[in-house]
């Protein structure tokens, strides 16, 4: 089975620190994903990479950034963390283009406050 | 671009009721479609997919047929559990765009 995991179920940082989720996967996937799920607006896409040191901006990238250096591994960094970015973060990854009708595996989630 | 909407909720239903979530969708090109499933406090599972039209996927008692005509995908099972208590999501991807794209979730709520 696929494995996704998030480094934390749960966090809490104070305003304007530097804060880093991680994500690792086992099915040598070429994809990954972050989204944030807030309530009402259901998962929206922040950054995705197709290939190590490879990424692009989704929906909302705005107050972050992402990591790729090994291709098990994808990083989201909240730069300057805001109270506006409290929400739950999920990861996920994906076989290559062909692979698009399996899906993508997602991780527990991490719940981010910020106060 | 590609977009899905679904059905808003809450849905509440009693023990063995049957189950419709609608699901339509909108793609530039013909689609994979998808319908995961989130328990409380954890992540996104898959539920079941479908991958050409008239294709019908199936898992736990839920179908989903793959409706191009109507460019529809709607969840149903026949007779849902207390267990079966979550928010489920209707998601696309498709051809070059490996992307998920999501809708935004049906909370349900099953009563003993």
């Known amino acids: 089975d696929v494995k996704v995991t998030q480094s934390s179920r749960y966090l809490v940082k104070r305003t304007g620190e530097k804060v880093f989720l991680e994500c690792v996967q086992d099915?040598?996937?070429?994809?990954m994903f972050w989204y944030r799920q807030d309530p009402g607006l259901g998962l929206r896409l922040i950054y995705f990479?197709?290939?190590?040191?490879?990424?692009e901006k989704g929906d909302i990238p705005e107050g972050y950034s992402v990591s790729r250096e090994k291709k098990e591994r994808f990083s989201l960094i909240l730069e300057s963390a805001s109270t506006n970015q409290t929400s739950m973060y999920l990861c996920?990854?994906?076989?290559?283009?062909?692979?698009?009708?399996?899906?993508?595996?997602f991780g527990q989630g991490t719940r981010l406050t910020v106060v | 671009g590609n977009s899905v909407t679904q059905m808003e909720g809450p849905v509440t239903l009693s023990e063995e009721a049957f189950l419709t979530i609608n699901c339509t969708y909108t793609?530039?090109?013909?689609?994979?479609l998808f319908w995961y499933v989130q328990y409380p406090g954890e992540g996104l599972q898959l539920l079941l997919k479908?991958?050409?039209?008239?294709d019908k996927g199936s898992n736990k008692g839920f179908e989903a047929t793959y409706r191009k005509e109507t460019t529809s995908f709607h969840l149903e099972k026949g007779s849902v559990q207390v267990s079966d208590s979550a928010v489920y999501f209707c998601?696309?991807?498709?051809?070059?765009?490996?992307?998920?794209?999501f809708g935004k979730g049906t909370l349900l709520t099953v009563n003993p």
């Open positions: 479908a991958t050409k039209a008239d």
């Open positions: 998601a696309l991807s498709g051809g070059s765009n490996y992307k998920l794209t």
């Open positions: 793609a530039t090109r013909y689609p994979s």
């Open positions: 996920a990854s994906s076989p290559p283009v062909r692979g698009s009708e399996k899906g993508a595996f």
């Open positions: 990479s197709y290939d190590v040191k490879m990424k």
């Open positions: 099915m040598d996937h070429e994809n």
